[in-house]
């Protein structure tokens, strides 16, 4: 119930382990001014409180202000309490968070279930040079969503601290025993860099749709604002002649211009000053303007990586690349260790991460067809049920839709197959596949915990089969789609072991 | 599907229990029931007055569920049945199952997380019961569906314990 007897069993635990263990500790009372402003704590109450405010009515700027000001000391109330209820340690064996108003919670994180430690700095909190610590706990470990223990609020050294320690304590605890638990803590091993963002990169964003998006959705919420305003507050300004081409064209251009302008804008609030250095047996990854983002990847867990590039940047021959790590919750976007550059760039990073399988294969003439077919398929279909709408009431539409779908069908097929192919190498294999978003992902080969090969129908007829590595990282599988059926056996053994084939082994089962 | 070439993968040797044929026909009459039911009240309290698609509907679904019922009943548990096989062997765990399209899954003991036995109501009223082999990847899991309770506890058992003593804690 109490924190006090949780740390002194967590004390007692460690005994001589650590020399350093001091009581639970409090973040920065300066916090507390962060939560009052973001209304972190006190959010919670707000839908209890809009049935009251609609009751007693908003009328008057006097009651406006007086709202104001007790949501403001409200706020400021709930952030003092959560910040004196909250402590947190980090001890030798695990990491221990205390929180709760009344009813107490108290979390433990065992140090050998750590994945890494994230120190990220929001806007406001580097206002008070406070960093707010993210440790990643393996997947499983934590009952419901919450994979990770927060400690939002502490000064920069003390984060820097807190995770330094929390890392070097995790090492000791996967180094055999035997080393000096007492000897002072082994300095920082010496940084090597793998990856820094050049400026020139921002240029490709405008070619990549999650970018994109940035600049889209605030055209989006501002319009909404727009509409929301009072009708006399809204500037009143003549719409332009939209039948003029020379008016239409030039606001397309300034729109396009915007656009472009909103996604180098964003893609460089992402990912400034991105620096990926390896240090020890960890990758660090550094980036962001606003919040700065770090990173902590165990190299041991790495399994492979996935090289991505969507339609936009394969025009530009630019490219990400995702490490793909075991245990490691919202891989996405902590998985992430080249955020956009050129394709070469990427390749050689991917090169650090795992082994080169060599060039891929492409996939058998049975697979194109397929693809073909596949794609040009929904097109015939709409375009048959367009005749008969055409022949029985005369409606055009829909036919001509179909031959568009049908001949769009002819590039969309061949560009799904020419993204298809398979390698395996000596210490790794690499699958590849994806029209829009092509993604190549090679994997070591002791990432495989198993495989499954899919045949439907129509791929039994053609002698295809897809194979997916089942891996414990990233997405849980990656498949090679539409490989020849006779070829299935060689590649799941070259890319995992003698086992994959499956056959009757001669010892006794 | 007689031409059909050789088979991608080793075909696991062991077949379910034959119970399972009965299982999967009691689902396809469960099917057909619920389909028919629905069909019936539609076809009673919409008359073919109301226009646009009615009346050929009225005929299209009671025969759809004519269809149904044939292949739920009469084909699928058999072929299903055919398909599905299941082998341990010294390093392995595989299983082969689907009908139409084929799913083959194949996990190493060494990665083998948790086993599980699952018996839904209708196993139960069969005797049966499904083993589920799970590995650190969402998608590498082996699932036997329909074997003998007795099987499937021995299996589970087996396995848990062979996982345990050459684990591979490397995921």
Redesign the interface.
């Known amino acids: 119930m109490t924190e006090g007897g949780v740390t002194e069993g967590e004390a007692t635990d460690l005994g001589q382990a650590a020399p350093e263990v001091t009581a639970p500790r409090r973040t920065s009372p300066l916090i507390v001014l962060v939560h009052t402003v973001t209304f972190r704590q006190a959010r919670q109450v707000v839908p209890a409180a809009i049935p009251v405010v609609a009751a007693v009515g908003v009328d008057g700027v006097g009651v406006v202000v007086a709202l104001v000001a007790a949501v403001t000391a409200l706020s400021l109330l709930f952030a003092a309490l959560s910040w004196w209820r909250s402590t947190y340690l980090d001890t030798a064996s695990s990491v221990v968070l205390t929180r709760g108003l009344l009813a107490r919670s108290v979390r433990t994180v065992p140090n050998d279930r750590i994945r890494g430690v994230e120190v990220e700095a929001p806007a406001l909190h580097r206002l008070f040079g406070l960093v707010r610590v993210r440790i990643d706990a393996a997947a499983g470990t934590l009952t419901g969503g919450d994979e990770e223990v927060v400690v939002d609020g502490v000064p920069r050294a003390e984060g820097d601290r807190l995770r330094t320690s929390v890392l070097t304590h995790r090492r000791t605890a996967v180094t055999p025993a035997g080393t000096d638990p007492s000897a002072p803590l082994p300095e920082e091993p010496a940084e090597e860099e793998l990856a820094r963002f050049d400026r020139r990169w921002l240029l490709y964003a405008p070619l990549v749709a999650s970018y994109l998006a940035v600049p889209l959705a605030a055209v989006g919420a501002l319009s909404r604002l727009l509409q929301e305003l009072p009708r006399d507050l809204r500037p009143d300004v003549d719409g332009p002649d939209l039948t003029d081409v020379r008016v239409l064209v030039a606001s397309a251009v300034v729109v396009l211009v915007l656009l472009a302008l909103g996604a180098v804008a964003g893609a460089a609030v992402v990912n400034w000053g991105f620096r990926l250095v390896r240090r020890g047996g960890s990758l660090v990854a550094v980036r962001g303007l606003l919040t700065r983002r770090h990173t902590e990847l165990e190299v041991d867990r790495v399994r492979g990586g996935a090289l991505v590039e969507g339609l936009g940047m394969r025009l530009v021959r630019a490219a990400r690349v995702n490490a793909l790590v075991t245990g490691l919750g919202a891989a996405n976007r902590r998985g992430q260790l080249f955020p956009l550059g050129p394709r070469a760039e990427a390749e050689r990073l991917l090169g650090v991460l795992v082994d080169d399988p060599g060039p891929l294969t492409p996939h058998p003439p049975a697979a194109r067809r397929r693809a073909l077919v596949r794609a040009v398929g929904s097109g015939l279909l709409v375009t048959a049920a367009g005749t008969v709408l055409t022949l029985t009431t005369g409606f055009w539409g829909v036919l001509a839709a179909g031959m568009v779908l049908t001949v769009l069908g002819v590039p969309l097929g061949r560009g799904r197959y020419a993204a298809l192919g398979h390698a395996t190498g000596p210490r790794s294999f690499s699958v590849r596949s994806g029209l829009l978003v092509r993604e190549q992902a090679v994997l070591q080969r002791r990432a495989v915990v198993g495989w499954q090969v899919r045949q439907t129908l129509f791929q039994r007829r053609a002698g295809l089969a897809t194979v997916v590595a089942c891996v414990g990282a990233g997405s849980g599988g990656y498949a090679a789609v539409d490989i020849a059926a006779a070829d299935v056996a060689a590649f799941t053994e070259a890319a995992s072991g003698r086992w994959a084939t499956a056959a009757p082994t001669d010892s006794p089962g | 599907m007689s031409a059909?070439?050789?088979?991608?993968?080793?075909e696991?040797?062991w077949s379910l229990s034959r119970s399972a044929i009965w299982l999967w026909v009691t689902q396809g009459v469960l099917g057909t029931l619920v389909y028919g039911v629905l069909v019936a009240v539609f076809v009673l309290a919409v008359p073919s007055s109301v226009g646009g698609p009615v009346p050929v509907l009225r005929w299209l679904l009671p025969a759809l569920v004519a269809v149904y019922a044939v292949v739920a009943i009469g084909i699928r548990p058999f072929v299903r049945y055919r398909v599905h096989r299941w082998?341990?062997?010294?390093?392995?765990v595989?299983a082969l199952t689907g009908w139409?399209?084929?799913?083959?899954?194949?996990?190493?003991v060494a990665?083998i997380q948790t086993v599980d036995v699952t018996r839904g109501v209708l196993q139960q009223l069969y005797g049966l019961a499904s083993v589920a082999v799970l590995?650190?990847?969402?998608?590498?899991?082996?699932r036997v569906p329909h074997l003998e309770v007795g099987v499937a506890e021995r299996v589970a058992e087996d396995l848990a314990l062979r996982a345990e003593q050459v684990r591979d804690e490397?995921?």
């Open positions: 059909a070439p050789a088979p991608p993968v080793h696991p040797a082998e341990v062997t010294a390093e392995t595989h139409l399209s084929r799913t083959w899954t194949l996990v190493p990665r590995t650190a990847s969402s998608q590498g899991t082996v490397a995921t």
